[in-house]
């Protein structure tokens, strides 16, 4: 059974910090792009970042440019989004998926970030 679990979320003040984790389990996921998503209250949930598990290729939204970064950790099948200098509007549910096929085919249960101004 494919797990993705995620954790590391909570408050933050506006310019403060948060790293996430995306626990993968069930499956190898060579081969995969891992993601993180966001769905902020009243909105369509949005891509925020994704790289590839081989090779550690990344793309970002452009609103998290800069101060963002997704990476992994093949060896404990863990992906990270280290979140600096936040924004009340990066206030959101944070969702991991990975992506095979050219379908995000798996997704986590969301962690809630909130970033208070």
């Known amino acids: 059974q494919v797990q993705l679990v995620e954790s590391g979320g909570g408050l933050v003040q506006a310019g403060g910090s948060l790293r996430l984790s995306c626990a993968a389990s069930g499956r190898t996921f060579r081969g995969y792009y891992m993601g993180w998503f966001r769905q902020a209250p009243g909105k369509e949930r949005e891509f925020v970042a994704h790289?590839?598990?081989?090779?550690?290729?990344?793309t970002y939204v452009d609103s998290v440019k800069g101060r963002f970064t997704i990476s992994r950790d093949n060896a404990k099948n863990t992906v990270y989004l280290q979140m600096n200098s936040l924004k009340p509007e990066d206030t959101a549910v944070y969702y991991c998926?990975?992506?095979?096929?050219?379908?995000?085919?798996?997704w986590g249960q969301g962690t809630q970030v909130t970033v208070s101004s």
């Open positions: 998926a990975a992506n095979s096929a050219a379908r995000w085919e798996y």
């Open positions: 790289i590839t598990w081989i090779g550690g290729i990344t």
